[in-house]
């Protein structure tokens, strides 16, 4: 997250062949931390070339806008593009991650541009903020007339110790548009940024392993479907 140095540099040891696709200004960043990291930019709204991948590119990936600044010294302010991504399928699926953004009229010009996305992936802390957001959400689709099925959400930081948790998730399962399982509020899911690996390599029996395999099969399995 938020390009960690270190996890640059593992990804580009154990992985020497690896490409990275980014936003503008982000060949100097990267090539600071992996000097032999092959990285190909592209500014809002272009695609990136896939060639490398295979005669036929198994998707399309687009660099698109999104509202936010960057900033990661005093004297680099928004020296890099901040944007979101878009994975479209040769079946015409698009899968759209908004990364770190502001709510903004972005959004519907990239409706615009691509038609209905096929999934809106929400994660929801269970607090009573989190229900004034999810709301926001379902208003917005119900105001565009968007299809509100391609809503799927999940609980994430959910701590069943705590009263205020259970009852929030038990209202909003009622909704159908979340998955079953969630990611709890553990010490193990903390220990990611410690040992800067995925938590089945270093927990791979724990319950908060569990919970991330059997949400991502979950999830995996609702998206194809």
Known sequence: DHLDEPSIKLLARQNPQMRACGPLGMVELLRGMAPKLAVQEAGWWQQFDLSFLASAAPFELFELPASHWHRRGLLDLNEVLWGSLLLRLPDGRTLYFAGETNFNGHFEEIERQFGPLDVVLMPIIPTTLSIRTY?????????????????????????????????????????KKFFQNYIPYLSDVEKMVIHRQPIEEFARSSYAAKCYHDLWTEIREGVVA
């Open 135 to 175: 709301n926001m959400v379902k208003d917005y689709f119900k105001e565009k007339e968007l299809d509100s099925s391609k809503l799927m959400c999940f609980f994430t930081m959910a701590d069943l110790r705590k009263n205020m948790h259970n009852e929030i998730m038990e209202q909003l399962y009622k909704d």
